[in-house]
């Protein structure tokens, strides 16, 4: 044995409705010995995201439920600090599927290394990595936003739609972000760059849509569902791009969802696209070196919010899914 004790949180029975702390176990393990081909990951960062609430459930969904009494998955970032594979070595700085735990045991299929001389190592968990990766595939693959068009991104100040707000910034368009509450409002103008902001909690929607995009909307990065994606719908001009990666906003029972009015799809001639980015794992590479690159060039602004320790995990889901989070939530492992 390593002498290493493992401390982990797997998921203890599945959640009705909002989720609580009974819904997690903790434990401690020991780590065991390295077999042939495999290494040791001591994990720093653990990634929080929407999308692990809809696997706590059983019902179907683009990921498979993650299992009782097994160790919650999650991405994490962190060094090899020991290995028998030949392809890496101690003192590599990696990211991949380490889950909810201090240490993980790879055999190279669930990690990649990762350069840190351009940006820090818990990047790769947000900007640069899958949620950057997720604005950057909608705006540059679906939503395709041209110079002069306008774009609307809900949940603007989070990891997402932070990304995609700003790409489509660059892209020179109007950029109209969507988020809750005046302060994130505020980073979303004062430090996103983007040219408006509706606060969803002010109420009536549609006439703050119908001021902010008096034109209509071109495109909509879609990170809710619900409300704001039938109102955003209503104002969709002709030809207008939707892409959507997220219903953040139905909540996460095992009631179905209903769906958005759909008679824009026909009226406006609309392109309406779901998409999950790890189906395109054969763009990651491109995705991840243009993310770093704007950021190394401060072209791109991001914000964390952090969390400390492994126990402080379901806290910050339970935050997460109800927006208290500014940018990506993370959670410091040591």
Request: charged share 20%.
């Amino acid at each position: 044995m390593t002498g290493r004790t493992n401390r982990q949180i797997a998921l203890a029975r599945r959640p009705l409705g909002d989720i609580a702390a009974d819904d997690f176990r903790h434990r401690a393990v020991p780590v065991r010995d390295l077999q042939p081909g495999e290494f040791l990951v001591q994990n720093r960062w653990l990634s929080i995201d929407p999308y692990m609430r809809v696997r706590m459930n059983e019902a179907r969904s683009y990921a498979p439920p993650q299992p009782l009494d097994q160790v919650m998955g999650g991405t994490t970032a962190g060094d090899v600090i020991a290995s028998n594979h030949p392809c890496f070595a101690e003192g590599d700085r990696v990211v991949g599927l380490g889950g909810w735990q201090l240490y993980a045991i790879d055999s190279g299929a669930g990690f990649v290394r990762v350069e840190t001389s351009a940006v820090p190592l818990q990047a790769y968990l947000g900007v640069a990595g899958m949620p950057g990766m997720t604005a950057w595939y909608g705006i540059r693959h679906i939503i395709r936003p041209k110079s002069g068009e306008t774009i609307v991104v809900s949940a603007a100040s989070g990891a997402v739609g932070s990304v995609a707000g700003q790409l489509s910034k660059q892209a020179g368009c109007r950029v109209i972000g969507i988020a809750g509450g005046p302060e994130k409002c505020r980073h979303v103008v004062d430090d996103l760059g983007l040219d408006a902001c509706i606060d969803h909690k002010a109420g009536n929607l549609d006439i703050q849509l119908a001021a902010a995009a008096a034109d209509g909307i071109d495109g909509y990065f879609d990170n809710v569902g619900g409300a704001v994606l039938d109102a955003v719908m209503r104002r969709l001009n002709t030809f207008a791009r939707v892409a959507v990666c997220g219903q953040i906003s139905g909540g996460y029972d095992t009631t179905p969802l209903p769906l958005a009015d759909t008679s824009m799809l026909l009226t406006a001639r609309l392109v309406m696209q779901g998409f999950i980015i790890s189906d395109h794992r054969d763009l990651w590479p491109a995705a991840r070196a243009e993310l770093v690159r704007l950021v190394a060039e401060r072209r791109l602004v991001y914000r964390e919010t952090i969390a400390e320790g492994l126990d402080a995990a379901p806290t910050a889901l339970i935050n997460v899914l109800k927006g208290a989070n500014l940018g990506k939530q993370l959670v410091r492992l040591s």
